[in-house]
């Protein structure tokens, strides 16, 4: 392939999509197996516990899509801001707007007369694209998405909130707390991986983590569940 048709994919690439759904998934998976494992140790029958985890998977996907397109906007709220105010500063002082990107660039490594050539060809080419990569940091790709970020959270949230329900669907009331937990450590690690995997970090470290977590947080509701047990 020809340098003039390679195109690289990085990691980063990734980042705007993939900890939306890394984080939808795992918290889906997580909190639904966590109420479903809860429900059971309290010794609630089959209907109840497909109830609460139903229950749990839309009120989860709701508030994932709601929590992540307010984060989001408010992030890309901020961008617009700082983006308004840069336009405004390059229309009233373009000089001391060059100077301050030249000096960038000079922190960055370059001399002074290349990287005031540097911030000159640029300037002419996109000022306001120089300014907002370099000076703050917004580029296009890492630009933030509400929208995509709320549909990605809530859809990766309902497939990893169905894995628990699943379970627990074919699996007798009695037994659904542990073959809940154990299934739902499995599909943890498995998610894990693929998300350290699609991140480019280790995978057996990204399994462990949300393994641990996932472990923690069913153990807590375990023991709330065996304490308020309406049966024993």
Not at 40 to 54: E, F, Q
Not at 82 to 88: C, G, K
Not at 101 to 112: M, P, Q, S
Not at 180 to 206: E, F, M, Q, W
Request: proline letters at 2%; charged letters at 15%; zero cysteines.
């Amino acid at each position: 392939m020809s340098r003039l048709t390679h195109s690289e994919v990085h990691m980063v690439h990734r980042i705007g999509w993939l900890r939306a759904a890394v984080l939808g998934a795992n918290d889906g998976l997580v909190s639904t197996a966590s109420l479903v494992v809860g429900v059971a140790t309290a010794g609630s029958d089959h209907k109840a516990i497909l109830i609460a985890g139903l229950a749990g998977l839309v009120a989860g996907a709701m508030s994932m899509a709601a929590g992540e397109y307010v984060s989001v906007s408010s992030q890309s709220d901020a961008e617009q801001a700082d983006l308004a105010r840069e336009r405004a500063e390059l229309a009233d002082d373009p000089a001391g707007e060059l100077d301050e990107l030249t000096e960038i660039y000079v922190a960055r490594g370059l001399d002074n007369s290349l990287a005031r050539q540097v911030a000159t060809q640029l300037t002419a080419r996109d000022a306001l694209a120089a300014h907002a990569r370099d000076e703050l940091g917004i580029s296009e790709t890492v630009e933030t998405n509400p929208v995509q970020a709320a549909l990605v959270s809530a859809l990766t949230f309902a497939a990893g909130a169905v894995v628990p329900i699943a379970v627990a669907f074919f699996t007798p009331a009695e037994q659904a707390n542990l073959v809940v937990a154990g299934t739902t450590l499995l599909g943890l690690a498995v998610l894990g991986a693929l998300g350290a995997s699609a991140g480019g970090a280790g995978v057996a470290r990204g399994a462990a983590r949300v393994v641990f977590w996932g472990a923690i947080a069913m153990a807590a509701t375990a023991a709330i569940g065996a304490l308020f047990g309406v049966s024993t």
